[in-house]
């Protein structure tokens, strides 16, 4: 039997990406602990995982999500607006709430739920949404989902920003989008300036906060922490646990009004099953994590420092001044992969970044550091990637 044609469209496809270096394949991990990570059957430095904290291997997370399992089941079994409302679910969002110092909380099963639930909830025909030109993709779904009328502003721009949310028609919700902290360049949003243009012009922030909860700040709650902001009515903060936070989940920070329209009229949140309870119950136990050992979050960010000063010596331009994500720009996709490659066969990994991830001409590797590190993996790393960088020609 002949195959059909729309999968001889698809392999062309599939060859094309290959062509522009562009094609993806699924690599399977072995055992982790954090720092080292079997990979191809050999251990490697593992410098890819969004793991800031090192918690998603801490005991009292496996111990919270092992005895909810054994206390109240592997599954919700229903939707949160059936019966699958649990009691860890609640006080999971009580905590959520009082961590983000909110009205109320609301959990999603994962951060890419929660944006496009608050997103396309908060906005629709009629209304329009000011959004940073380099917000996470799930933003950008987000946004097509609401139907609403969408301006995208130059990167961190705050008075551009604020120039599209004036122009908006009279009555229409404007919500203005940015990441907290970008996850491929590692910077900052210039969230003061941005709650500001928000204010004047009657709009809400809504701020992905997933690469900054748990990381920045004096008390580790996230990008309006680190500029000393409070989360005041009109801001929106939108989070994950699969972060920093070592397990699994969103969540939406804000007003009980955000919270009422999401429970009414967020999909992702309604129409799907709700978190199982060992997820909410690791979840909470991250929550508690975060504010009894700040010593994780000075160990990262220390040893985030030590890679940029190596890396500076070794002649490497960085994007961001500071934070555990680390980008180094490559540019040419095929240029990217052979530099994550060499980067692996010297025991280090962390693979290449590429288009749609990233704008074309701007494949990077991104090096992400984590409290689970310890200094002698930073020198190996940063030397291991002079190697690797010497052997492609950059």
Known sequence: MS???????????????????????????????????EVTGGKCLLLASNDYLGLSTHPRLARAAAEASLGCGTGSGASRLISGTLQCHVDLEDSIAQFKETESALFFAT???????????????????????????????????????????????VAEAARLLAGA?????????????F?????????????????ENQALLVIDDAHATGVWGPRGRGSLDHFGLEPTPE???????SKALGGLGGFMAGAREVT????????????????????????????ELVDQLPQLREKLHELSALLR?????????????????????????NKAVALG?????????????????????????????????EEEDMHLAAGALAEAAREVGL
């Open 3 to 37: 195959r059909p044609a729309a999968l001889n469209i698809l392999s062309q496809r599939a060859a094309r990406h290959e062509e522009l270096g562009l094609g993806r394949s699924l690599r399977s991990m072995g055992q982790t602990s954090g720092r080292w990570v």
């Open 183 to 199: 996850s491929m360049d590692g910077d900052l949003a210039p969230l003061p300036g941005l709650r500001e243009a928000a204010r």
């Open 235 to 241: 801001v929106v903060m939108i989070g994950t646990f």
């Open 341 to 373: 490659e060499g980067l692996l066969r010297r025991g280090v990994f962390a693979p290449a970044i590429r288009p749609p991830t990233v704008p074309e001409g701007t494949s990077r590797l991104r090096l992400a550091v984590s409290a689970a590190h």
């Open 111 to 157: 951060g890419y739920m929660a944006n496009l639930g608050v997103v396309a909830t908060l906005a629709g025909p009629g209304d329009v949404i000011v959004s940073d030109e380099l917000n996470h993709a799930s933003l950008i779904d987000a946004c097509r989902l609401s139907k609403a009328e969408v301006k995208i502003y130059p990167h961190g721009e």
């Open 260 to 287: 009422r329209s999401l429970v009414n009229g967020a999909r992702s949140f309604i129409y799907t099953t709700a978190p199982p309870p060992a997820q909410a119950a690791a979840a909470l136990a991250a929550l």
């Open 169 to 181: 028609p009279a009555g229409a919700m404007k919500l203005l989008l940015t990441d907290g902290v």
């Open 309 to 333: 000063e190596l890396l500076q010596e070794q002649g490497f331009k960085l994007l961001s001044p500071a934070g555990p994500i680390i980008p180094i720009l490559v540019g040419p996709a």
